[in-house]
């Protein structure tokens, strides 16, 4: 085998088998997918049957920051411009007030038990610091994840997705000013200036390197509309954008994030289809990101005090956000439903804290704690472990929110309603119909007074024979004065093979119709003689786009 171990094809296979096995599932246990895959994860890494090690986690790194870098572009393509300057003001509000109470609550509550173990104050501080920053984060993915699962839409889904796409942020400054605190509390060399500027240096690298991967898309969707361009183009970007951040140790989710946000307001009609398509494209990379993170979590043998720090982290960093949150919503005037529920959608916590726990951890590996365990493995396992832990939580409360505040299942789109329609529901029942044996001239007359532009063609018993339209008959007989003269079996065209009857779902009426380029279609019998109507393209679009809007208002 070369040393490859077989867990990364089984892990990559269940990225691809099984997302249907864990949906189905899920929607039985009435629990959100995403949870599954944690759990499936968790199963199969070290803290399981140990088929996927530490050493495989490492060796996908690269596919990690690719996920991470299409879980970012998405979230930012969802914030919209219009809506940060109605409900900046709030967001702002809201964000302070949670990340820095849970900042200030995990912090206090976790140097008090570190001092009476550790004896030393400074020590106690410099970990409680750090606990404090990375508890401020609020992991994007699987809330995300949860929001587009049950086609949330409203106000509350709104400030949900944009506080978890700027408390990454939130989280980064705190631990930037954390660890230079820290690093000088517990004898380091870590100048705390020094510090806040090189995470300045990253977040504002962050943006500006998806700033001008943002420009660079959206010149290529000016310039065509082809999908087999577009999304090789989007792709192609992400991947140099996530790249470069990677290798100037640049935030990924923040870079990402700043791509889709510029694509979607610079021009949003034509990002629509980059952004449909990287969702569709991102099922099994989602499926494989969560499995991995469920992968790495593991629940060592800890001794009873570091319980107890995950314990006390857990309840604070609830009660923090929760708190926070509404008070932030108070101060701001924000929606009753934004007030009562937003706390309770911030309980996830992902990559980006297990990421600052990992750098924490370098800061703080030579303070000991105890004869086998240092301050840096304090933070390693705690955050590790508090992960699996608000996992577990946060999915099933980002799901059970949207349902109580009635978003859940409103953010309904074309596509759904062209789903569940008929051909019949979008039938005109009565078009012109001409018959074989009537003059041209006649039927050139029918047809310019009717609201349609191709008229069939039928036999003095209906069957169907053929078609004309004014545009046919301009080309064959530029000559109005043959016309009366002939009839319309003599221009007529032959009707087109392919059928679509009354009972046609709507959204392969319209792929056919598209695919032909037809703006008009007659609906028939499944024999192709009976005529029962017509169908229109700016007619579907037009009754489908009322729908969407009744079903999502």
Not at 37 to 59: M, W
Not at 147 to 164: F, H, K, M, P
Request: charged share 15%; glycine share 10%; with cysteine.
């Amino acid at each position: 085998m070369n040393g490859l171990n077989p867990g990364i094809m089984i892990i990559f296979g269940i990225g691809v088998f099984g997302g249907i096995l864990s949906a189905l599932m899920a929607r039985r246990l009435s629990i959100p997918q995403v949870l599954g895959y944690i759990l499936l994860g968790v199963l199969l890494g070290e803290g399981g049957i140990r088929l996927v090690t530490q050493e495989d986690i490492q060796a996908l790194s690269a596919f990690n920051y690719f996920a991470l870098g299409i879980i970012g572009f998405l979230v930012g393509a969802e914030i919209r411009f219009s809506t940060l300057r109605k409900y900046g003001k709030q967001f702002a509000a809201i964000l302070i007030s949670e990340g820095l109470l849970t900042f200030f609550l995990v912090g206090l509550s976790i140097t008090v038990i570190l001092y009476t173990v550790m004896g030393s104050w400074s020590g106690a501080i410099a970990a409680g610091i750090i606990f404090g920053a990375i508890a401020s984060a609020t992991d994007p993915a699987s809330t995300i994840n949860v929001i587009w699962e049950y086609r949330s839409a409203g106000i509350l889904t709104t400030t949900l997705i944009a506080i978890v796409a700027l408390d990454d942020a939130l989280a980064m400054t705190l631990y930037g000013v954390g660890t230079g605190i820290a690093g000088i509390l517990s004898g380091g060399d870590v100048a705390w200036l020094e510090q806040i500027l090189r995470i300045g240096v990253e977040l504002g690298g962050a943006i500006i390197t998806g700033f001008v991967a943002a420009v660079i898309l959206k010149l290529i969707l000016r310039y065509t509309d082809k999908l087999e361009v577009i999304l090789p183009s989007a792709i192609g970007l992400l991947l140099l954008t996530i790249g470069t951040a990677v290798f100037f140790n640049m935030d990924v989710i923040m870079a990402s994030m700043t791509m889709g946000i510029v694509v979607v307001n610079l021009d949003y009609d034509r990002s629509k289809k980059v952004i449909q398509q990287l969702k569709n494209f991102s099922d099994p990379i989602y499926i494989l990101f969560f499995v991995l993170v469920g992968a790495r979590l593991t629940l060592y043998a800890m001794p009873g005090w570091l319980w107890l720090i995950i314990g006390v982290y857990v309840l604070t960093r609830t009660i923090g956000k929760i708190t926070g949150a509404w008070f932030g919503a108070v101060l701001s005037r924000s929606d009753p439903i934004v007030k009562k529920y937003t706390g309770l959608g911030l309980f996830a916590q992902g990559g980006v804290a297990i990421g600052l726990s990992i750098m924490a951890s370098h800061h703080l590996q030579h303070i000991p704690v105890s004869s086998t365990m240092t301050l840096g493995d304090v933070v390693i396992f705690g955050v590790t472990t508090t992960t699996f832990l608000v996992q577990l939580m946060g999915p099933p409360m980002v799901k059970w929110i949207i349902k109580k505040s009635g978003e859940a299942g409103k953010n309904v789109t074309v596509e759904d309603v062209l789903a569940e329609m008929k051909t019949e529901d979008v039938l005109n029942p009565s078009p012109v119909i001409l018959n074989e044996d009537l003059s041209l001239e006649k039927a050139v007359d029918m047809m310019a007074q009717a609201d349609q532009s191709i008229f069939p063609v039928v036999k003095r018993n209906g069957e169907w024979i053929g078609l004309l339209s004014v545009s046919g008959i301009r080309q064959v007989l530029p000559d109005p004065s043959l016309w009366q003269w002939m009839v319309s079996s003599d221009v007529m065209t032959d009707p087109p093979k392919e059928v679509i009857c009354p009972g046609t779902p709507l959204d392969k009426a319209l792929a056919l119709m598209n695919q032909k380029g037809y703006g008009e279609y007659i609906v028939t019998d499944e024999t192709r003689k009976k005529i029962k109507g017509l169908i229109s393209r700016h007619h579907i679009m037009r009754e489908v786009e009322h729908r969407v809007l009744t079903e999502t208002f």
